[in-house]
């Protein structure tokens, strides 16, 4: 933290204090039913897709496809619910300022609580998706009509896969909206930033892109720009490291390499963004303040 | 504004014509300030700046000019510190929350809380605490890891009486063990019965500070509720408006406070 300055603090020290954070962090997000009953409502809801699609009962890949459209909203939605609060919970009621007398740093502090929040992701998101699979895997049987449309391999493998890219996209849209929520200052704010940051990543991302072809950005350049934003980054990986496998498509839909550094540089940047603005914030209203008085 | 040393020998930490603005209103204004052990105690009224001033003396709040200076830099946790809201997340007991901040000192909460007599409450939820308790709770965690110097804001605030002098008393037990506390507080009977040291903070400046003897013989009063009313400027109810002391340091719009770090 920038409280009073204190002797160079060692490694142990500094894993110490990320796992002393991430505990305190984990224990808080336990005891918080509302998560439980998101991560009801959200196996509701996926349960809900692969019924109504029809594609669990056919296979892997099938409930794959019913599930891809409804996971770019429900996982970012989920994820930003976990974050949109993280590092605004003790700014705003004081503790971080008692923190920072502690012997523990900013980034000790920032990835004791996104780790924390992370492990609550893989637990909200995680499981019901993994429930989801158990279900398809216990009562999917070949349909033909369905089959047809869903043509190819199949195999709880590509569901795996498909968890892990879910897995990255929720920890893209929580790290960005635990990051944007170290500059809220009330709930309310909080709420609005969480909001945009959903909003602008579920919808922003597509439609930049369509904006940006319409504006004489060529076709070609498609896969790598998807690759930028991270529900694009997921669906390109969705469609080439999972359905993909089952038809060999003739084009590349993202660069993976591209994507998948899309994916943790969200992850990354909201981090960064996090702890920069604990680290700094107040330095920056004082240097807002210096500049007033001056005038 | 001053430019003169203010911290001696003995200093645990200083602030030095340091100034605070919110919204470009000025709250704080080229204070100059060093604590040694002993207890200090911040009177003044309610928006002089007391709390601002604690804040930036504990390194929480950032000075919008001026230097902030630790002399125990090197411990693992040079300051403690209580804001004048104790802020513990709910949910957790007593004991997780001061087991939160000891794994980070390597300091035993259940001995933290035996000294603030909050042992018989260690397994209650920090929302189920009444105020007294948590404003204890908050001075057990402020002194966990033996900081040099400990910063309670306003401790005894919308205490009872007897809470009130339970929270004074054991944050003033640390004194005599060489910790500079420092303690913000409207209750003047219990600076007068605790403290070393006062300083007097009005409209953003140090009225009045140094050893709490010299300040009322510099002054002419006997009691520190006199010494507060004749140093703020509101008089001692005989209708004198002010009595700045013989040899004041106040000088040219400054504040010199050499007489806090005075044993």
Redesign the interface.
């Known amino acids: 933290m920038t409280g009073p300055k204190r002797g160079r603090v060692g490694l142990a020290a500094r894993l110490r204090g990320v796992d002393t954070v991430f505990r305190r962090e984990l224990a808080t997000v336990a005891r918080t039913p509302g998560y439980a009953a998101l991560a009801v409502g959200l196996g509701v809801a996926l349960f809900g897709v692969v019924a109504v699609g029809g594609g669990g009962a056919t296979g892997f890949v099938p409930a794959i496809v019913d599930l891809l459209l409804p996971v770019e909203a429900l996982v970012p939605a989920a994820a930003v619910v976990l974050g949109y609060r993280a590092f605004l919970a003790d700014a705003a009621t004081g503790e971080l300022a008692v923190i920072r007398t502690y012997p523990v740093g900013v980034a000790s502090y920032v990835a004791g609580v996104l780790l924390a929040r992370l492990v609550a992701l893989a637990v909200v998101v995680g499981g019901p998706a993994a429930l989801v699979g158990v279900y398809v895997g216990l009562t999917a049987a070949p349909d033909t009509g369905i089959f047809a449309t869903h043509a190819g391999v199949d195999s709880p493998l590509l569901y795996v896969r498909f968890l892990a890219f879910v897995f990255g996209l929720g920890a893209a849209y929580l790290s960005v909206a635990a990051g944007v929520s170290a500059i809220a200052s009330s709930r309310r704010s909080a709420i609005a930033l969480g909001a945009l940051v959903l909003v602008g990543g579920v919808l922003g991302g597509d439609l930049a892109l369509l904006e940006s072809l319409s504006a004489g950005t060529s076709a070609a350049a498609t896969p790598d720009l998807l690759a930028l934003t991270p529900n694009g980054a997921f669906r390109g990986l969705v469609f080439e490291h999972v359905i993909g496998v089952a038809f060999a498509p003739e084009t590349d839909f993202v660069p993976t390499g591209r994507a998948l550094a899309s994916l943790a540089g969200w992850t990354l940047g909201g981090a960064v963004g996090g702890g920069a603005s604990i680290a700094l914030g107040r330095r920056v209203d004082a240097a807002i303040e210096r500049v007033r008085s001056d005038e | 504004m001053s430019d003169h040393a203010v911290a001696d020998g003995d200093a645990l930490a200083s602030v030095s014509d340091v ?6 209103v ?1 709250v704080l204004d080229g204070v100059s300030l060093s604590v040694s052990p002993g207890v200090t105690a911040v009177v003044g009224p309610n928006g002089s700046g007391k709390s601002t001033l604690l ?1 930036i003396l ?8 001026g230097e902030v200076s ?1 002399g125990g ?11 004048q ?1 104790v ?3 709910d ?2 007991t007593a004991r ?1 929350t001061l087991a ?2 000891g ?3 390597d300091a035993d909460p259940d001995a933290a809380l035996e000294r603030v007599g909050l042992s018989d409450a260690a397994d209650k939820r920090v929302e189920s605490l009444s105020g007294g308790m948590r404003r204890l709770l908050g001075i057990a ?1 402020a002194l966990l ?1 033996d ?1 040099s110097v400990a910063v309670l804001d306003e401790p005894a605030s919308g205490l009872d009486p007897t809470m009130r002098e339970r929270a004074f008393r054991t944050a003033a037990e640390r004194a005599p063990e060489g910790t500079a506390v420092v303690i913000s507080s409207h209750d003047l009977e219990l600076v007068e019965a605790h403290a070393d040291r006062l300083v007097v903070v009005d409209r953003g400046r140090i009225a009045a500070a140094g050893p709490l003897d010299r300040l009322r013989a510099d002054y002419d009063v006997e009691s520190v509720d006199d010494l507060y009313r004749v140093a703020i400027g509101r008089g001692d109810g005989t209708g004198e408006e002010s009595a700045a002391p013989a040899g004041d340091d106040e000088t040219d719009g400054s504040v010199h406070v050499t007489g806090v770090s005075d044993r």
């Open positions: 100034s605070r603005s919110y919204g470009g000025t804040g504990a390194g929480v709040t950032e000075p919008t000019t630790h830099a090197g411990a693992r946790k040079p300051i403690g510190y209580l804001p809201r802020p513990f997340r949910g957790f997780e939160f901040y794994r980070l000192v965690q890891g900081p």
